[in-house]
């Protein structure tokens, strides 16, 4: 039984690992049938260094310089919310409203100093009038001013305290906006439910314009991933695509839980495929020093626990080869003996020319 040595990759993706280029070749020697000659593909054998491939597992997850978590502190009751987890949100849109007793106590203290401003602003003016007319001593009007810097101090020390919660509504209700534009990642609250200063944070807001990936990255791998490689990253979600992105950073301590360094990779994601906590999968390649002859995975055939080539002849006839491969992924095989660097080695139909010449 004539099997492949792995399965069956891209033909493209096979030849420009290999740097070759195809050529369609028309005739045949011996009794190979014409049919099989006019569908065949050649591509040359070359000389490359070893590139080693490192496969690991990591996430998606938001840059933590561009995502805002709203943690409450103060006691109430979730009166109504205005999204839904995953929803994009602006800057300054209302998301809750939250009403508290404590939030009910300052919008009472605000109305008090209020007053309080507006009658030590009338009594200074009176003071200023009669200061004027010489009818009241400049100690006088001194205190009233000094009675509208103490209302308005206390008034806007009020106002502060009521920023902090949120937007005023009156009758103990504040609205909670957006502090910035983003998608809602977490969501921990509903309307009617209560809350308190030590609850769990209401919503997360992320700007996911870019993502970080973070793979994980074990103590035998850490001579492979350094800073500024190259990766290339795919997912379930999109099986036919790849991602490709940098190493920015490596960490310098391992994650006590599961005993890996984190490796970040910061790509753009205008088209937000990327969701925060989606698995992927990170393909690194390192280049060795050794050079050996390579040719595309899918050219190799496997049968009776060893490995064969279809190589063409300079007279278009076609022979077997049998080779030792030295090393493989998912698109080239090195080859430790067996080709030289320049053979033409057939990457179509080739199953089918071994299984013709075999029978031979």
């Given amino acids: 039984m004539i099997k492949k040595v792995l399965p069956l990759i891209v033909l493209t993706l096979g030849l420009a690992a290999c740097g070759s280029s195809e050529q369609p070749k028309t005739e045949s020697a011996g009794n190979i049938n014409q049919t099989f000659a006019a569908n ?84 200074m003016k009176s003071a200023q009038v009669m200061f004027d ?93 350094k800073e500024g490689i190259e990766a290339n990253i795919t997912s379930i979600s999109y099986p036919n695509e790849v991602f490709t992105g940098k190493v920015n950073a490596v960490s310098q301590v391992f994650d006590p839980e599961d005993k890996t360094l984190k490796a970040r990779i910061v790509i753009p994601n205008k088209d937000m495929k990327l969701k925060p906590e989606m698995p992927v999968v990170i393909r690194f390649k390192n280049q060795a020093q050794n050079q050996l002859v390579c040719v595309p995975t899918d050219a190799v055939i496997f049968d009776k626990d060893s490995y064969f080539i279809v190589v063409m002849n300079a007279d278009n006839s076609f022979s077997i080869k049998e080779i030792t491969p030295h090393d493989h992924d998912s698109t080239t095989t090195y080859i430790a003996s067996g080709l030289d660097e320049g053979e033409n080695v057939v990457v179509k139909n080739q199953l089918l020319i071994y299984s013709e010449l075999k029978v031979k």
């Fill in 133 to 225: 007319d010489n009818m009241s001593s400049e100690i006088e009007l001194l205190e009233a001013q000094g009675k509208v810097k103490q209302a308005d101090a206390a008034l806007a020390k009020v106002k502060a305290d009521m920023a902090v919660f949120g937007t005023s509504k009156g009758n103990g209700t504040f609205s909670v906006k957006a502090p910035m534009s983003g998608y809602i990642i977490s969501k921990n609250t509903s309307s009617g439910s209560t809350m308190s200063a030590d609850s769990d944070p209401l919503f997360t807001i992320a700007d996911l314009n870019s993502v970080w990936i973070i793979a994980n990255v074990y103590a035998s791998n850490l001579q492979s991933v």
């Fill in 40 to 123: 065949v593909k050649t591509t040359k054998a070359t000389l490359s260094n070893i590139e080693k491939e490192l496969t690991l597992a990591g996430k998606v997850i938001s840059d933590p310089d561009k995502t805002i978590t709203y943690s409450p502190i103060i006691s109430g009751v979730i009166e109504r919310t205005y999204f839904s987890l995953g929803d994009k949100v602006s800057k300054g849109q209302t998301l809750v409203d939250i009403r508290s007793n404590e939030l009910s106590a300052l919008q009472s203290e605000l109305i008090a100093l209020e007053s309080e401003s507006r009658i030590a602003m009338r009594e």
